[in-house]
């Protein structure tokens, strides 16, 4: 690893370049927060997120201290943790407490995991799995890639979000909302469940659909969440908001998304879409060849700074600055919708036991027409013990609220329930229901019809 001190936009010196004296190879991610280097180590027999201190003031570090440990367990015959679907990036929270890091689909679930937002992380296939033929992620099951919470210690580790398949890096706006870009799998283009690269809003409790093979959850599963992007074929890395940097408006509050395939910088603009976001995707910078690795705005000189290299190419830094009429001054996006603020009150749910009100609070949207908020919804009264709204559930006569809410049911409820939730989906009218509500209540005959097959 090398510290590297940047001259002046206006100068011409060279960049400072010095390496440090850190025991450590493989890293992937790196973050300076908490008067502390937080890496993210990819390789060797020791992965998982380190801190290295600067104890004696001598601008180096100290000896590397392994904080959340991610060992590489065998996954499958080929797999053991590491590699371009391993442990990948650390990011600061945006209150300033914690951290937040991300794992690809061949990384294990750190050991000292103590609690997870989502709540369940079945296959939930009722047509047999097609397991990719050239054996990646053979045998791999959900969750797939994530998103942890731990706090600068390292001590209370919890799972944010899942169902990604490689999803390199993620970043927050300025009202602090969350989004990654997750990798495609090339070898399935052609076919049904081919998912392209996509840029995801990343919510509490999410579950983005990726499970092997030909197992990948289509979009429009109930249970899980759609893109707010599709982007293409490609390999996504780092990503940053434009947030503090001397661009024009639209570029400060854009996301910055870089493709190492198809050497593209991607600026994604978003448009609030109810509790969600729309998006609209521009070229920003692109090169031939240029494989984007990562990622910065500086908050000193307002510039944005990338990496180029990996895979034996010739590696670089790069400094963008903008120059023009447009102004440059502070611009934020604009506040959380209402939808929004609704949703984050939902997702102060998502734990056990919430409390008495916070059944009647999910359930009040769970008919809701914004498919976020009845996510949301779901995922909170997955929290609360079933044998205290099952029988609400199986009565409920909404139609929307209904499906949602024996969809919860299905994924977390007893065997024993099963031909009451068959029963009471079917007593929903197919045929007059409403296109929305079709594809749900079928996803919720599946659910419950997997694993324990046709009910007696």
Known sequence: MFRIT?????????P???????????????????????????????????????????????????LVPIIGKKLNDRVNGGGEHGVHSVVLAPDGKSLYFTSGNHAPLPDSLGKTRPVHWGEDHLVPRIWDPRGHARGILAPGGNIIRTDPDGKEVEMFAMGFRNAFDFAFDANGEMFTYDSDMEWDIGHPWYMPTRVNHVVDGGDYGWRSGSGRWPAYYADSLPAVINVGPGSPTGMIFGTGAKFPAKYQTALFAADWTYSTLYAIHFIPDGATFRAEKEEFVSGKPLPLTDVVINPKDGAMYFAAGGRRTESALYRVTYVGTESTSQQLPPPPTAAAQRRRKLEALHVDDAGPGAIDTAWSS?????????????????????????ERALNETNPTASIESLIGLARVG???LQPRIITALGRLDFNRMSAENKLPLLRGVGIKLHPYGTPA
């Open 16 to 66: 400072k370049v010095e390496p440090l004296k850190i025991d450590l190879i493989g890293a992937h991610g790196l973050l300076y927060a908490f008067h502390s280097l937080y890496v993210m180590v990819n390789e060797g027999p020791k992965k998982g997120l380190w801190r290295l201190k600067d104890t004696d003031g001598d601008e180096q570090f100290a000896p590397a201290e392994l």
């Open 366 to 390: 769970l008919g809701s027409s914004d498919r976020f908020l009845r996510f949301s919804a779901r995922v909170a009264l997955e929290h609360q013990p079933p044998t205290l709204w099952a």
């Open 6 to 14: 940047l001259p002046a936009a206006d100068s011409s010196d060279a």
């Open 414 to 416: 007893d065997k024993s």
